[in-house]
């Protein structure tokens, strides 16, 4: 028996001591990371047969680290020094910081006015794009995988190389397929910017000019991201699902902000300081009903809104689905900003919510549903009278404040999904939604504009227009007066006129779909 102890205590004591020193090692690891001595002994930057120089690593690194990417950047200013630089012989660097995989940095020396640059490649249209009066640039639009010509020039001289741009490391269309409408205006200046590709997590961003050809991939950690947050020179966007970073014009992350105990879904919008963002509490009974707003100066969460505080009845209705973990009572999909208030999507109520005073005393000013879906509450004091003959949203998307002739009458725009699914409350009647559909079938979608009217307390549908129909997963957006629409369940995307006449749509390939598409112009990047 004596000796059985003494064994067992040995083990005991060496699994002790094993545990110690892994811990002890696996700190010392994640140590050097953070210690820029360190980095900028293991970091470098090699000349390939382009004249182009890559980064190169010890050992494997991760690019969502603030010190990784200051040792980048001391890197970057010392390859600056070592050459007279100009126009006619800049220093090029792929992708330095490792945001942006199909982007080069490229520096000037000095200011030139004028800048433009040209990126030919056999097989693809040409990309064009102007540039301000800067001495360094974050580059895009090379075709991974192909050999590109790279033109720079201010109108009086120039500069042209060659450049092999790496492969894609995941499967996705390098050129979309196309389909021309039956409208003969012009698309929009900009890049259609592609979110959730295929999947949830570990699904980056994918940008596509209007021939279809894919120009960027912004790398994302560990989730989709929802949309791209621009301020000035720099854009705020998730790269995983409890942090949002922003980066700067070059590619450089700046900041990153970590949510703590909330995991962001779906939607966030800026307002001045903050971030308001759509979040689930980790761990809680309920998900995707909670609201968070972030201050970027000092990166605390200052305010949290629970839905269920707000609308206790709706809550105690649903009932949760079996085998579900987490009740999906609500499903917050999209905000929008008006004011001091927030406009909410409430795609398992079918219900756009009207929120006051956000900030201090958030209230439920209105509701805008069909009147069968708040049966047996005491919220129809709260629901704005429908003026016409029409079936109310079903599913919606992307729910966007539009201003309009007054503070009081405005717009809201939306991806009308008409789809007809309520699985916490099983029991809903759908008799009111004539037309509607199901998850994988549905005759059409809609865009949906709603005339608001705060004096009557009234709604009414000023303009509405049939697009591929998507239970789920969908967008619209106004873009220069045209109209983006993207319907996820049907792979493709598309862009009308000002009159709603279709003038190109897009069909992508994917085992699933993508989540959002929409349209930027990512000026930062290029004045």
């Not at 894609?168 to 259609?192: A, C, F, I, N, R």
């Not at 004091?381 to 405005?410: C, M, R, W």
Request: charged share 30%; net charge negative; aromatic share 14%.
């Amino acid at each position: 028996m004596k000796k059985k102890i003494i064994i067992i205590v040995t083990i005991a004591f060496l699994a002790l001591v094993g545990f110690i020193g892994f811990k002890f090692y696996q700190h010392y690891q994640e140590g050097r990371f953070e210690n820029m001595n360190w980095l900028l002994r293991h970091i470098s930057f090699e000349a390939n047969e382009d004249g182009v120089y890559e980064i190169k690593t010890s050992e494997d690194m991760s690019i969502f680290n603030l010190t990784y990417q200051d040792a980048v950047e001391s890197k970057i200013d010392d390859l600056k020094k070592k050459d007279d630089y100009s126009l006619e012989n800049p220093l090029i660097i792929y992708n330095p910081y490792g945001t942006a995989s199909q982007s080069y940095y490229v520096y000037l020396g000095d200011d030139y006015n004028d800048l433009s640059y040209t990126i030919k490649t056999d097989g693809y249209a040409d990309y064009s794009h102007s540039l301000g009066d800067d001495s360094e640039y974050q580059l895009i639009g090379f075709v991974p995988g192909e050999c590109n010509t790279l033109i720079l020039t201010d109108g009086k001289k120039s500069f042209e190389t060659d450049i092999n741009t790496p492969k894609m490391k995941v499967d996705v269309d390098l050129k979309l397929e196309m389909t021309d409408g039956d409208s003969d205006s012009e698309l929009s200046d900009g890049l259609y910017t592609v979110l959730g590709h295929d999947k949830n997590y570990e699904a980056n961003v994918y940008l596509y000019d209007n021939e279809g050809v894919l120009r960027n991939e912004l790398v994302l950690d560990d989730y989709r991201a929802d949309r791209i947050i621009f301020d000035g020179d720099d854009m705020y966007y998730p790269y995983e699902s409890r942090g949002i970073m922003k980066v700067n014009s070059l590619g450089k992350i700046e900041r990153m902000y970590d949510l703590g105990k909330y995991r962001m879904h779906h939607d966030m919008i800026l307002d001045d300081d903050k971030m308001v963002i759509l979040v689930d509490e980790v761990g809680a009974d309920t998900k995707e009903d909670v609201i968070i707003s972030l201050d970027l100066d000092s990166g605390e969460i200052i305010d949290v809104i629970d839905m269920k505080k707000l609308l206790p009845e709706l809550y105690e209705k649903a009932i949760l689905p079996e085998d579900n973990k987490t009740l999906d009572w609500l499903h917050l999909n999209a905000l929008s900003l008006k004011g001091d208030d927030l406009i909410l999507s409430s795609r398992e109520l079918s219900t756009i919510i009207y929120l006051s005073d956000y900030e201090t005393n958030p209230t439920i000013s209105y509701l805008i549903t069909d009147e069968s879906m708040l049966d047996g509450t005491s919220y129809g004091d709260l629901l704005y009278e429908k003026d016409g003959d029409f079936v109310s949203n079903a599913g919606q998307h992307a729910v966007t404040y539009i201003p309009g002739e007054s503070e009081d009458e405005y717009y809201l725009i939306m991806f009308n999904n008409n789809y007809a699914s309520i699985v916490t409350r099983p029991d809903f009647k759908w008799t009111n939604y004539p037309g509607t559909g199901s998850f994988n079938e549905g005759e059409t979608s809609y865009f949906y504009k709603y005339k608001i009217d705060e004096n009557d307390k009234s709604y009414e549908l000023d303009y509405s227009l049939e697009i591929p129909y998507s239970s789920i997963v969908s967008s619209v957006q106004i873009y220069d007066d045209n109209l983006v629409t993207a319907s996820g369940m049907d792979n493709s995307f598309g862009e009308y006129d000002d009159d709603g006449e279709l003038i190109k749509e897009f069909r992508y390939g994917a085992k699933k779909y993508a989540y959002r598409v929409f349209k930027y112009s990512f000026d930062n990047w290029f004045n």
